[in-house]
């Protein structure tokens, strides 16, 4: 039976975006919608410049996705992400970036008793980093989703996400089947998420 890996450790994490039905005007203290929008145009022009870059062999990235349905406010939290689908040697391939916030060192904590494995990056810089994957049995083996979350000391979280497979647009199923490798390594995944570009 295949599981949607992607979207069920997303919702033990209740980090990725909340529908835009769901949002509120935004809370006192919280950016504005205006600025929220600008935001997610600066994230994604951001990510078109330093990811073929970064991840050197990739093309045909798309960064559609990144657009005002994946803006949102709830909880008193502000949400900004987008998926990053492309193709390399392995063939099509997805990460998704999210920057959230404000949220707590004791609710990132808490992600790491939901997962398979969890370790902590040490910083120097006041911000907390860990590095999470959760393994997930299917028919083809096991699939594996990789988080790498970095915590600001001002409460910004960003959060990378990739997977030894290619998930459905539509709901985060594995499509094909599970590759050897992740998309991005680790250093790479780390470098996004201390990428004081992201902002919200």
Known sequence: MIVRTASAVAAAFALLTVPAAMASAAPAGQPTWDQLYAQQTLNREHTAAVFPKLVPGTHDVD????????????????????????????????????????????????????????????????????????????????????????????GTLVLVQDHNYLPSRDGGEPVGALHKTFPLTVNQQLALARDKAYQI
């Open 63 to 154: 960064l559609s996705d990144f657009g005002n349905d994946r803006v949102s406010q709830f909880g008193g939290q502000s949400y900004l992400g987008g998926q990053v689908w492309f193709s390399d040697d392995n063939g099509g391939e997805n990460v998704y970036i999210q920057v959230s916030g404000p949220t707590t060192l004791s609710a990132l904590q808490q992600g790491c008793d939901k997962v398979t494995r969890c370790s902590q990056v040490h910083e120097t810089n006041g911000s907390h980093t860990y590095v999470l994957e959760y393994d997930e049995q299917t028919a083809g083996g096991t699939a594996t989703t990789r988080f790498v979350e970095n915590l600001r000391a001002d």
